[in-house]
């Protein structure tokens, strides 16, 4: 029983992995993909040299472990259970021991918040540490010389205390529950230790124990309320097609067909690559052509599964600006690994092999990227080598011969030429009736299968 509080903290962080890990794992692998973190002295310096700039570098460097979910979900759960640990220490909790998880699941919901960065949630962990540390010494001079020294260099670490830091992807977003978090951690404590006799621990375990348990469970049924698993299934879509998983996209539409702009236009796609879209499209939900090559959005999210759809019918050129576009619309000016990967393969396939190695070099200095990039640089100029390549090779071949221009709507035109440019392009085909067909365009459909008998 001596180590009771041990245990409370470690069923805490179970239930945070657990929770990211299973129910929010795409949350994760979104926050990785708007975030590119390079081993540069540039890129470190640019960062740090700022006010809160440590806290947001090492949470730039955990972020891109978040490509892996369990991993992210690992390290959610080891801040969250430190945060609660340093608050635990700074007072003397007794029967308010509950209110000591209090900082941690404001974190929680904080985090909830796909565009919410991991960097508020350091700053919060440094602002703990170095108080808690300030605490341990012994009083005198010494104590207090140390603590007008550590004012300006916790600010340089986690930055002001109400603003200008990088802590939400949304700079004009105010992030409530990060400051919440923040100012309960610090309060909370000293409101305890000012209450020391009335809060004093007791050894009746049932007490923490009961203390607990309300508080396990306020903060299970507010994390429920206020996660977004509508977003959740969006990201879904999103990652699988982003790993090109056709399999397990119409594995994940039989089971529950999507009703969301995104989860259809990957649908369509998955379907098209199996050969199935003009048998299969009736038997689910449909968005008009809205659902199949959608306009093209001002944002960075939306325009990336149509842009796949671009690239594997081989309009490189559009998936490349499409692309471009997307990773400019980036609120907080980040770089994106899986936006640059996508640009050095659009660039290798039209033979712009200088453009494609300033991508391949930036991504060398990634961890999770590096040996794609290294991989990938073998085949820059290396004409056969990219002929024989399954999908560079298959793409070059479908890609259009001419240039035209091109607005935000894809016309069956521009179908129709990719079509015809390579009448092995069965996706360009499947395209273009499934264009037809979602249009109503009879005169259209019947010309075109006339032509071909």
């Not at 309060?187 to 020391?196: G, H, M, Q």
């Not at 124990?209 to 999103?238: H, P, R």
């Not at 091109?406 to 273009?432: C, G, I, W």
Request: hydrophobic share 50%; net charge positive; glycine share 6%.
């Amino acid at each position: 029983m001596k180590h009771i509080h041990i245990i409370y903290t470690f069923l805490f962080g179970v239930a945070v992995l657990l929770f990211f890990g299973l129910a929010y794992p795409h949350h994760l692998h979104y926050q990785e993909q708007y975030q590119l973190f390079f081993f540069d002295s540039n890129y470190v310096w640019d960062i740090v040299r700022l006010p809160g700039g440590v806290a947001d570098l090492l949470g730039r460097f955990c972020t891109q472990f978040f490509l892996f979910a369990w991993v992210g979900a690992g390290i959610i759960a080891v801040l969250l259970s430190a945060v609660q640990l340093l608050t635990l220490r700074l007072a003397k909790w007794g029967w308010l021991y509950g209110l000591s998880y209090v900082p941690s699941l404001l974190l929680w919901l904080f985090l909830l918040d796909e565009n919410a960065l991991l960097g508020g949630v350091w700053a919060v962990l440094l602002t703990l540490l170095a108080i808690w540390g300030l605490s341990r010494l012994p009083s005198g001079w010494i104590r207090r010389i140390l603590i007008i020294v550590a004012i300006p260099v916790v600010y340089w670490m986690v930055g002001p205390a109400w603003t200008g830091s990088h802590y939400h992807r949304y700079p004009t977003v105010f992030p409530t529950l990060l400051y919440a978090a923040w100012l309960f951690a610090v309060v909370l404590p000293l409101i305890v230790r000012a209450l020391r006799k009335k809060t004093a621990d007791t050894k009746h375990y049932a007490v923490t124990l009961s203390s607990f348990a309300v508080v396990a469970v306020v903060m299970g049924c507010l994390v429920w309320k206020n996660a977004n698993f509508k977003a959740e299934k969006v990201m879904a879509y999103d990652f699988m097609a982003r790993y090109q998983q056709w399999n397990r996209i119409l594995e994940t539409v039989n089971a529950e067909k999507p009703n969301n702009q995104i989860g259809v236009t990957v649908q369509n796609l998955a379907l098209a690559m199996h050969g199935m879209l003009l048998e299969q499209m009736a038997n689910y939900n449909q968005n008009g052509i809205a659902g199949l090559l959608p306009d093209v959005k001002e944002d960075a999210t939306s325009p990336l599964p149509t842009a796949e759809a671009f690239y594997q019918l081989g309009m490189i050129n559009v998936a490349q600006r499409t692309v471009f576009e997307a990773q400019e619309a980036i609120l907080d000016f980040q770089k994106s690994g899986r936006c640059y990967k996508r640009l050095a393969q659009t660039n290798l396939i039209n033979g712009q092999y200088a453009v494609a190695r300033k991508y391949l070099s930036a991504l060398q200095k990634t961890l999770f990227y590096r040996d794609w990039a290294n991989e990938t640089l073998t085949l820059l100029g290396d004409e056969e080598a990219i002929s024989k390549h399954p999908e560079y090779g298959r793409l070059r071949q479908s890609a259009y011969a001419e240039d035209f221009y091109f607005s935000d709507h894809v016309t069956p035109e521009m179908l129709k030429s990719l079509y015809y440019r390579n009448k092995d392009n069965r996706l360009a085909y499947q395209y273009l009736l499934a264009y037809y067909m979602l249009t109503g365009d009879r005169e259209g459909y019947n010309n075109f299968i006339s032509t071909e008998q």
